[in-house]
């Protein structure tokens, strides 16, 4: 049974602020370079990960990438950009067939996150 999806971050103060302030994810326990955040996202702290594997992270790998849905996604993009944050894209807002609008974009450590807007079945 999965529990929870850890990513690996620079700065855990400033990964907390990202994800509470655009996708409105709330601390559960903090403990040690380690923070489980709500809907099950843990961030470890770059530190922690290399002395436990003797292993550095790569920013920017696109290995794998978080996704999230939002109604409002023009108002995450202005939170984003908002000048609190490094912005990068991978892919720009763009509007797919069916009507649902996407983006990706990366979060202060390098990791690529995907929004989408809900699917609707109209």
Known sequence: MLKNVLIVVDDIEKS???YKDLFGLQ???QNEGNVILSEGLVLQ???VWGKTLNETSTPFNNM???YFEDFDIDGLLAKYE???YFVRYATELTELAGGQMLVRLYD???NLIE???PF???
């Open 16 to 18: 907390i602020e990202f």
């Open 108 to 110: 202060p450590s390098g």
């Open 82 to 84: 908002s000048g609190k």
């Open 115 to 117: 929004v989408r807007t």
């Open 27 to 29: 601390v559960i326990l």
């Open 64 to 66: 794998m990438e978080l």
């Open 120 to 122: 609707s079945c109209n």
């Open 45 to 47: 702290d770059a530190d």
